[in-house]
T-cell receptor, first 115, second 113 residues
Framework: NAGVTQTPKFQVLKTGQSMTLQCAQD?????MYWYRQDPGMGLRLIYYSASEGTTDKGEVPNGYNVSRLNKREFSLRLESAAPSQTSVYFC??????????????FGQGTRLTVV | DQQVKQNSPSLSVQEGRISILNCDYTNSMFDYFLWYKKYPAEGPTFLISISSIKDKNEDGRFTVFLNKSAKHLSLHIVPSQPGDSAVYFCAASPRDNTDKLIFGTGTRLQVFP
């Protein structure tokens, strides 16, 4: 059971470079999420997607773009990386069925450093 | 503006005692609450949840209490074990958007022998 898989696990970028963080889940979940974790700030929601073809902004969307390529995959793109985007990024997914709410499952994280 | 707040960044508890982690929220639309545990270099893992129709949910050593009028929830761990040492996050989801999931800032729990 792979669950939620993120690639890469580590990345160093120079300021101004672009990159895409990949996330895939094999649990047939509807909803997918991207969070960043910073010291003292907890987990902050960047973007989320309730279903294929839809995306919504979270708490800190500036500087990021996302694509929900299909039900399995949800990618996060940094067009022009900045040192403030140095963080650990987590992807998550959740099954949502009508009014029933459930827990989200997380990937192992991507540690990104922008120099 | 932080909608989910964990005001204690750290907590230290002796093994065998009770650990109480607290969480406050500001959005009255939140109606589903969760606690996650996170070890270093790993993703968060789900611990326990509670719906706003309840005020308590128990799972083994873990109990979550919800006080809707105070917009406050707490996680009790009894008895605490060294393996419980981790960062704990509370999270909340609003009734008008069950896809949205907002996390708090986390509390680092250390359980010492």
């Amino acid at each position: 059971n792979a669950g939620v898989t993120q690639t890469p696990k580590f990345q160093v970028l120079k300021t101004g470079q672009s990159m895409t963080l990949q996330c895939a889940q094999d649990m047939n979940h509807n909803s997918m999420y991207w969070y960043r974790q910073d010291p003292g700030m907890g987990l902050r929601l960047i973007y989320y997607s309730a279903s294929e073809g839809t995306t919504d902004k979270g708490e800190v969307p500036n500087g990021y773009n996302v694509s929900r390529l299909n039900k399995r995959e949800f990618s996060l793109r940094l067009e022009s990386a900045a040192p403030s985007q140095t963080s650990v990024y987590f992807c998550a997914s959740k099954r949502v069925e009508g009014p029933e709410n459930t827990e989200a499952f997380f990937g192992q994280g991507t540690r990104l450093t922008v120099v | 503006d932080q909608q989910v707040k964990q005001n204690s960044p750290s907590l230290s508890v002796q093994e065998g005692r009770i650990s109480i982690l607290n969480c406050d929220y500001t959005n009255s639309m939140f109606d589903y609450f969760l606690w996650y545990k996170k070890y270093p270099a790993e993703g968060p893992t789900f611990l326990i949840s509670i719906s706003s129709i309840k005020d308590k949910n128990e799972d083994g050593r873990f109990t979550v209490f919800l006080n809707k009028s105070a917009k406050h929830l707490s996680l009790h761990i009894v008895p605490s074990q060294p393996g419980d040492s981790a960062v704990y996050f509370c999270a909340a989801s609003p009734r008008d958007n069950t896809d949205k999931l907002i996390f708090g800032t986390g509390t680092r729990l250390q359980v010492f022998p």
